[in-house]
């Protein structure tokens, strides 16, 4: 079975990863948009017309699954995928959900992500309809960050200060990173937040 993994950059990996750890006999192809990263900040229509690109593209190599590795991608494109093309097509959302739901003891639930992301309300929604609290951020420096291989030390500890010093205020106790960049922040992000479930897409979804 061969598989097709796709991202707007290199956070998409912390996905591939997981599935080559789980499934290591599959086939895998995969694709990081690094020309056109983030998608984050990109209006509906052009994350919807990106996706498709992508996903046509890895149609050329005979895939027999779809994993859209992309908070982005998945909160405005993957219906429309699933209609187009004909194979069955994973996102990385209704796991985080799912996982989420699982680890929370008080249901209190914090989601970060893209602008987008954030913005589409899917996570909000999902969660909110499942009886939790929601708290939700976006945090468009992180993949820059991530891009640029700065995933310790003082600049993150302050970039990750500024966007969640306000959830240190809350009961939270789970944290969803929606974006595929962000487990490489992982850490730093535990550190500040203390006693938290960090939940990440990727294992989620494997």
Do not use: W
């Not at 690094?34 to 190599?61: H, M, N, Q």
């Not at 779809?66 to 995928?81: E, Q």
């Not at 937040?193 to 990727?202: F, H, K, L, N, T």
């Amino acid at each position: 079975m061969k598989l097709g993994v796709f991202d707007s950059g290199v956070g998409g990996l912390t996905v591939l990863k997981e599935i080559k750890k789980a499934f290591p006999s599959l086939d895998l192809v995969y694709l990081g948009d690094t020309a056109r990263v983030p998608y984050g900040g990109k209006s509906k229509d052009t994350i919807i017309r990106y996706s498709l690109e992508c996903a046509e593209f890895l149609i050329r190599f005979d895939i027999d699954l779809l994993v859209v590795a992309c908070n982005t991608a998945s909160s405005y494109a993957l219906d429309i995928l699933k209609k187009e093309l004909g194979i069955p097509v994973f996102g990385v959302i209704k796991p985080g959900v799912r996982k989420a739901l699982e680890v929370s003891k008080n249901k209190v639930i914090g989601v970060i992500g893209t602008k987008s992301t954030i913005k589409s309300g899917v996570y909000q929604r999902s969660l909110m309809e499942a009886g939790s609290v929601v708290y939700a951020k976006a945090c468009p420096l992180f993949v820059p960050l991530v891009e640029e291989g700065l995933t310790h030390g003082d600049i993150v500890d302050k970039v990750v200060d500024f966007y969640l010093r306000d959830f240190k205020n809350t009961q939270m106790d789970t944290l969803i990173l929606g974006c595929t960049h962000y487990p490489l922040l992982a850490e730093a992000i535990k550190n500040y937040m203390g006693d938290v479930q960090i939940v990440d897409s990727a294992s989620a979804l494997v």
